[in-house]
Nanobody, 114 residues
């Protein structure tokens, strides 16, 4: 199974991007779908998580600016990123977890210029 992440790019501060991540086949039943990011020289950190049932968790630094959504029937997760800041610059990774294992996408670069 492969997770295909897309939507990254280079934007100016204040602009928006939407990331997408889709599995190559159904991963039902999905337990959680998560976006992480890793900036140069820093550890990977959780950005937002979608849980089976539809509840979400959003990390403090992006709360109010980023919105995660998921479609478990399609084994797909999305991240709408608004009001981007230079500190959001990182490689963004998607992760989809079932009850028995987890899968990672290849990462998509987001670069925000101030």
């Amino acid at each position: 199974v492969q997770l295909q992440a897309s939507g990254g790019g280079q934007v100016q501060a204040g602009e928006s991007l939407k990331l997408s991540c889709v599995a190559s086949r159904s991963l039902l039943p999905v337990a959680a779908m998560t976006w992480y990011r890793q900036a140069p020289g820093k550890q990977r950190e959780l950005v937002a998580r979608w849980l089976s049932g539809g509840s979400t968790i959003t990390a403090g630094p992006v709360k109010g600016r980023f919105t995660i959504s998921g479609d478990d029937a399609k084994s797909a997760v999305y991240l709408q990123m608004n009001s981007l800041k230079s500190e959001d610059t990182a490689v963004y990774y998607c992760n989809i977890s079932t009850h028995s294992r987890q899968y990672w996408g290849q990462g998509t670069q987001v670069t925000v210029s101030s």
